[in-house]
């Protein structure tokens, strides 16, 4: 964006640009990137006789205290505004989807943490679009003569508070039952902010985060719906493709944890997976596997032995029995299932083998109930 010659060569030959290039960090470089980046882009996109600039900025610039961010992006929708090119700008709320960028990245994983850090109140609202939405309105915009010269307020159909978002993110997303939310004062989280700052270049959490997670946005839904002919999904919606995606995860973890006892190497099936996501249905089974599991598989093998042990009808053993019997109907587990002739020195082996690797589990999940809480907490 700093760079004039490199937009003009990115340039030639296109009739609109999607512009969503910014720091978002309060990086130094902020009014740089932002605010001289719009004026370059102005001057390749008349350079080049571009005919539309979708401008992709921030619901931040409503807020009634601006930090940097929300100053800069501002700042840019009023040089964008006053070019003689046609402008269409699109402010999002918070942005979520599969991936863990972004400030709803960053909250996914905050809750990940014993204690969820949350500056203010956590109460104020926000609406939530899934990052799908939200493509599908810009490419929406690229051939919408109504919405030309026009701004936008971009989110989803529900409003939901920051410690309700903080919930349901924990509950769908990350995969714990229990949270505890400690609130910070604004003004401690502010002066956090800037120490990191000063010793980070992109920081967990910045000023502009602060500002943006304390304030009220005044929203006005009616125009998108007016001029865009698009559907927003649900939150309940969004967030079940969280589930559905955590759920095949753990699908692979568990497949492959069954498939290291027969000394073969799990390969990826999008069908075995999908089975097994409709039989946890089936069975009422709604949550995700602890994310500990999915993140670091080798503790599969010691809560399995534990939970066998201290609880039996735990939801973890109940996901290890549809595993198992979706692996042993599966065709190709035929190939190590089914009894072969085997040397009998070679069967004592391999059963000595299966002997010492059981044991050790045994033994680490004995270790792992001396923790107190960490076999009920995992066992779901």
Known sequence: MSD??????ALAGADAVIHLAAAKSDEPDSHETNVDGARNLVAACNRNGVRLIVFVSTASVKLPQLGRYGATKAAAENILLASNIPIIILRPSIVYGRGESGVFGSLVKFSRWPLIPVMGNGECLFRPIHVDDVSAIVENALGNERARGKTYDVGGPETISLNALIEKICREVVGKQRL??????????????????????????????????????????????????VSLRSLNEGFGEFRHAAMRGEASALYRYLYSRSGRLYRSSEDIEERYVRALEAHGITGPMHPLLRAVPFFLGPLDAATRLFYPNSPLQSRLAIASALVECDSESAEWLLPKDRAPA???????????????????????????????????
């Not at 000595?352 to 009920?376: E, M, N, Q």
């Open 180 to 229: 505890r939310i400690i609130h910070i004062p604004s003004s401690i989280g502010v002066a956090i902010a800037r120490m990191l700052s000063r010793l980070m270049q992109k920081p967990p959490i910045t000023v502009s985060n602060i500002l943006g997670s304390t304030q009220d946005i005044q929203w006005d839904p009616d125009p998108l719906h007016k001029d865009f002919d």
């Open 346 to 380: 070679r069967v004592l082996a391999r059963s000595v083998l299966l002997s010492l690797s059981a044991s050790t589990k045994i033994v680490i999940g004995l270790l792992l109930a001396l923790i107190p809480g960490f076999i009920r907490t995992h066992a779901t």
């Open 4 to 9: 004039l010659a490199s937009l003009e060569r």
